[in-house]
């Protein structure tokens, strides 16, 4: 399926350095008996691990699942998912165009490590690698 509109995104930073995913917002996925609409995916650009095997589609993560009361039914080896009040609530992925982080201890230094191409802080001149002392 092609989504209408991707972007590449740093989306964590590990010991191995940043994780950069393609973000797409997917149309519909049909999870058990819900059809979860209108969503936020990240697409791994992994060349190791998991990630990167051929035979793994993903995962779902929290913010499909927090939408949700999940109960892990061990003894006959499922998940039981019932929609809870935040089911309602849309999906959204950061608009700022930014991905910072911030230095351990008062957080009041922190690191412009990607911007987004196109986005609204590359419109507005920032870029990515500065230091900044927060206020």
């Known amino acids: 399926?092609?989504?209408?509109?991707?972007?590449?995104?740093?989306?964590?930073?590990?010991?191995g350095g940043p994780t950069v995913d393609t973000v797409a917002r997917i149309p519909s996925l049909k999870?058990?008996?819900?059809t979860i609409e209108n969503?936020?995916?990240?697409?791994?650009h992994a060349k190791a691990g998991v990630l990167s095997q051929s035979d793994f589609a993903g995962i779902i993560g929290a913010e499909i699942l927090r939408r949700f009361t999940v109960t892990f039914d061990y003894p006959h080896?499922?998940?039981?998912?019932?929609?809870?009040?935040?089911?309602a609530t849309p999906y959204e992925f950061d608009m700022s165009g930014l991905?910072?982080?911030?230095?351990?201890?008062?957080?009041a230094v922190f690191t412009v490590r990607d911007v987004i191409k196109d986005s609204p802080a590359m419109q507005a001149g920032i870029r990515g690698g500065g230091r900044h002392r927060g206020y």
């Open 39 to 44: 969503f936020v995916a990240n697409f791994s």
């Open 31 to 34: 999870l058990g008996r819900y």
């Open 77 to 87: 080896q499922r998940m039981i998912l019932e929609p809870n009040p935040m089911s």
């Open 99 to 107: 991905f910072i982080t911030a230095e351990a201890g008062s957080f």
């Open 1 to 15: 399926m092609m989504a209408p509109k991707m972007v590449d995104a740093t989306t964590g930073v590990g010991i």
